[in-house]
């Protein structure tokens, strides 16, 4: 395969991800700020800085307020991650690499793709969102189910499963730091923070539809460093940081001239396997998850010198 | 109501399917019968169906227009357009000697230029073509081809006569419609088909793929085969995914491949460097390559020309092979066949004025309004006057451009195309067409059976371009003896 058509394909992967990852994230944010009494420090402020915008959002907005943060997050042209961009790159993509992928996947990226560039706007209001949001997560699952059902298990899904799960480690990873960017220090009472608190790792867990699998699992309350635990180390779970990189490296495995791209991985794996949760304050959580983050994008470099530029 | 083939008149100019009103020509009756027997819903339904198929498949074209790429359906009326098979068997023939002849010209042009010696294509011609590339002399291509790949344009003028329009050879596009019209017309009119004997066309991609592997430098059986397109933004990118899958071939873009100090050619792949024998370039001769031509192009491949002149790469068409691809030099076609075949030329020429020359010039500046001008060196019908149709302010226009640069324009007389019932508004019309059979030649030579025929969709329109409003229509060659 070209490498050029494979990074088209790793990248129609990634951004399909980043899609769903983004309506998943502001949908249950939305109904997370629903739920905690007026004046808690939580705020819209949080989505701009954990998804890396927090930059461009200052440039272009003073307020950090519901209507601009979403607006800033599905529908800006100029944020390079909203979700509006990330659907456009997916089929631009797609567009350039049809000859490798099943034909009603083009067709499906296309309609939505139209689908978000007519109704992005109705998500704005606070009526209209779940409708728009539910139906991006609809058919980013369709998608992802086209791919994982029809395609031959060859050098072309394996880009992109890459893209897939080295998508999905990454905004992990982002989701389990809104947890330590919103310290409850200045709540009226312990218990008021204590309480908040459950409502936010509560809403990370649904962020990642993990409520479910974690209560099945853990049969424990919702507490912050039992949620992070999971949603760092837990293998079964599929979007846990530690099964998308036993992915990645499956991978890497079933992939040409992969040079020491096992290794790379492995240094990756070893910081996380080394983050303990309930040994950590907010802080230092956040100092690890960073470093991870970058651990992931060395994985990127990586892939795109081994297999696509080099 | 059903169609009632007594009330379709072609008005006195050469109808396609009807002689005259009520009487089909022999070939389409089977067809013209039948479509007799459908009422107009389902005639509409069928047109539906087709449409709804050419969505399905995702056939496209590109127009650029407002500062943007927008990819349209493919225009597609589902009336076929029939030849008896006798007839192409002699358009077949007019082709193949056409196509040979112009590459015995075009070789001989980058070689000895006896035809110029000769006389028989004036020197200055060459000297001023805009397609000749001096970069291309002394250059042997396998089998002496230069032009691998060549879609004629055909007209049928009011007595019937087919005439060879122009001879693109170049890059010259259409033959994915070709094949996906008459996969549409399967899916929606299948009954036709049992009574008539058609002659395939989707055996193209296999045609192309012998023909490109005929021209490999390579000496074993394997032979990489990449088509190398402009890109996504080119109006043709459909044709150019089309065919490589269609030939399991690679479709690179020029950032793919990289030609190494051996001279020899590489493509970027996930396993590595590998070599390409065979480039079948929809990328115009100027972009081909940096290092000889336009120095700014991102399209081409540094070193590309390199690599074909030392015989490591073979490339279709041939850069320099434009120089045929000339409506001057078209003028010359007859007498081209003459000097290098000594037979008489199977297809004629529409009579063509040169406006270089002073009394032809004349000729064409005083009846304006009855002719075609056409630019020397311009496709997709840009830049052209159709005299009939023309404004006074059009025709002025045209008398000064073609005053100040004589050798870029020919005038010939207007035709009356041909037409065809097309389905317009519920109801049959006689809409005017042309016809674009695609001609390979490697180590042998082949023809498409028909081509594209293109058509005017407008009332009275003669351009048949897709780019300007143009439709098109799946070609029968109809074997009537064997039906």
Redesign the interface.
């Known amino acids: 395969m070209l490498s050029r058509v494979a990074e088209r394909i790793y990248w129609l992967a990634r951004y399909l991800e980043r899609t769903e990852n983004m309506a998943r994230l502001v949908n249950t944010y939305h109904f997370l700020l629903l739920d905690l009494p007026r004046g808690a420090q939580v705020g819209w402020k949080t989505l701009p800085i954990i998804t890396g915008g927090q930059e461009i959002f200052a440039e272009h907005y003073l307020r950090h307020d519901e209507r601009n943060t979403v607006k800033f997050l599905l529908a800006d042209a100029f944020n390079p991650g909203s979700l509006a961009n990330s659907i456009a790159w997916a089929r631009e993509n797609c567009r350039t690499s049809r000859e490798e992928l099943p034909g009603q996947a083009w067709e499906q990226i296309n309609e939505l793709h139209l689908f978000v560039t007519h109704q992005v706007m109705d998500a704005l209001a606070r009526r209209g969102r779940f409708d728009f949001l539910t139906g991006v997560i609809h058919s980013c699952q369709q998608l992802t189910g086209l791919l994982h059902g029809v395609m031959s298990r060859g050098h072309a899904y394996e880009f992109v499963s890459l893209g897939r799960y080295l998508e999905r480690a990454d905004m992990t990873s982002r989701v389990i730091d809104i947890g330590t960017q919103t310290h409850p220090l200045s709540y009226r009472s312990q218990e008021e923070a204590a309480n908040i608190d459950v409502h936010v790792w509560t809403s990370i867990l649904r962020a990642l539809n993990a409520y479910q699998m974690y209560r099945k699992d853990r049969r424990l309350a919702v507490n912050d460093a039992d949620v992070a635990a999971y949603l760092l180390h837990d293998g079964n779970f599929p979007r846990s940081i530690r099964h998308c990189l036993d992915q990645v490296e499956v991978c890497f495995g079933n992939l040409p001239l992969r040079g020491n791209m096992l290794k790379r991985s492995r240094v990756a794996r070893q910081d996380l396997d080394q983050i303990k949760p309930a040994e950590l304050d907010g802080a230092a959580l956040h100092q690890r998850l960073d470093t991870l983050q970058m651990g992931i994008s060395e994985i990127h470099d990586g892939i795109r010198e081994t297999w696509f530029t080099g | 109501m059903a169609i009632d083939w007594n009330l379709y008149d072609p008005k006195g100019g050469f109808d396609e399917l009807i002689h005259s009103p009520g009487t089909p020509r022999p070939p389409a009756s089977n067809l013209t019968n039948w479509l007799r027997s459908l009422s107009e819903e389902e005639i509409q339904m069928r047109k539906l169906d087709a449409e709804l198929a050419i969505i399905d498949k995702?056939v496209t074209f590109t127009v650029y227009s407002d500062g943007e790429n927008i990819d349209r359906a493919w225009p597609f009326d589902i009336i076929p357009r029939v030849l008896s098979l006798s007839e192409w068997r002699g358009v077949e023939a007019g082709l193949k000697q056409r196509l040979k002849a112009l590459n015995l010209f075009i070789d001989d042009l980058y070689l000895d230029q006896k035809v110029l010696d000769d006389g028989v294509v004036p020197k200055e011609l060459i000297a001023n073509s805009k397609g000749f590339r001096q970069e291309c002399v002394g250059i042997r291509p396998a089998h002496g081809v230069w032009a691998h790949v060549c879609g004629s344009d055909l007209a049928r003028d009011a007595d019937g006569t087919l005439y060879v329009l122009e001879d693109n050879l170049r890059v010259p596009s259409g033959v994915s419609y070709m094949i996906e019209n008459r996969e549409v017309t399967k899916r929606i009119l299948p009954e036709l088909f049992e009574n008539n004997t058609i002659l395939p066309v989707d055996d193209y991609p296999d045609r192309l793929l012998e023909m490109l592997r005929s021209i490999s430098p390579a000496p074993g059986p394997r032979h990489q085969v990449a088509v190398l397109t402009p890109?996504?933004y080119n109006s043709a990118y459909f044709e150019h995914?089309f065919l490589?899958?269609g030939m399991g071939a690679?479709?690179?873009?020029g950032?793919?491949l990289r030609v190494d100090s051996d001279d020899c050619v590489y493509?970027?792949?996930?396993?590595?460097m590998t070599r390409v024998d065979v480039i079948y370039r929809r990328v115009d001769d100027l972009f081909l390559d940096p290092e000889v031509f336009n120095p700014h192009s991102l399209l081409g491949v540094p070193g590309l020309m390199r690599a074909w002149r030392k015989g490591k790469v073979a490339l279709a068409n041939a850069p320099g092979c434009g120089v045929a691809d000339d409506k001057v030099i078209y003028s010359y076609v007859p007498d081209i066949i003459r000097y290098y075949l000594g037979e008489e030329p199977l297809l004629p020429n529409v009579p063509t004025y040169r406006c270089y020359d002073q009394e032809d010039r004349d000729r064409v500046l005083a009846c304006l309004e009855t002719m075609v001008v056409k630019p020397a060196n311009e496709s997709g019908g840009y830049g052209m006057l159709v005299g009939p149709q023309s404004t006074a302010r059009e025709r002025e226009e045209f008398a000064r451009l073609l005053r100040a640069n004589p050798r870029n324009y020919i005038g010939q007389p207007a035709l009356r195309l041909s037409t065809a019932p097309t389905l317009c508004d519920g109801s049959l019309e006689p809409r005017h067409l042309d016809l674009r059979p695609f001609i390979l030649q490697g180590r042998d030579i082949h023809v498409t059976a028909g081509g594209l025929t293109r058509v005017a969709m407008k009332r009275g329109s003669l351009v048949v371009n897709s780019s300007q409003g143009g439709g098109s229509k799946d070609t029968w060659v109809v074997d009537c003896e064997n039906a």
């Open positions: 995702g890109g996504i995914a490589a899958r690679q479709l690179v873009e950032a793919d493509m970027k792949t996930i396993q590595g």
